[in-house]
């Protein structure tokens, strides 16, 4: 049985950068920094999947549950960035969440670092204040204070 969520990951051209990034403009914490994983273990993993496998991998997040970013780079293969008409309503994973507490500032304080916002303020719905952004490599966040601090963000009303 499934019995929880562990992980999203994000795949960049440069792990090390991106880790720079995730940690200095959003204030994630390095939970294990970039390694190189190669070999039979990886091979075994994923070689099906993404033939000749090396993997650079990171991960980031705020304290040290399953609930973290993987960041991921394939030094052996040269990656495609994000379509430039690519939009949160293609098919697949569309954003991450990031909780805040106080979205005002949160956002001022990003925008500061060259955040591009892809929204120009702050909407109210269902209990959270939300206001939606793109790191340097296409992937879409949306900031979200909640109303109900001791609720999850989807219990705000």
């Not at 939009?87 to 969440?97: A, K, N, P, Q």
């Not at 005002?104 to 909407?123: C, K, M, P, Q, Y």
């Amino acid at each position: 049985m499934i019995t929880g969520l562990a992980h999203a990951a994000v795949c960049v051209p440069d792990a090390q950068q991106a880790v720079d990034w995730y940690t200095s403009v959003l204030g994630l914490r390095v939970i294990s920094p970039p390694y190189l994983m190669e070999g039979d273990e990886i091979r075994a993993d994923m070689e099906e999947l993404v033939p000749g496998v090396a993997v650079r991998a990171a991960i980031v997040g705020f304290d040290r549950t399953d609930h973290v970013i993987e960041i991921i780079e394939y030094p052996n293969h040269t990656s495609r960035p994000r379509p430039p008409d690519a939009d949160i309503t293609d098919v697949g994973i569309s954003h991450l969440g990031l909780l805040c507490d106080d979205i005002v500032a949160t956002r001022a304080d990003l925008e500061a670092h060259g955040v591009v916002f892809l929204v120009s303020g702050v909407a109210e719905i269902a209990g959270l204040r939300t206001t939606w952004f793109r790191d340097p490599f296409g992937v879409v966040f949306i900031l979200l204070e909640k109303s109900k601090q001791q609720k999850p963000y989807y219990r705000q009303l």
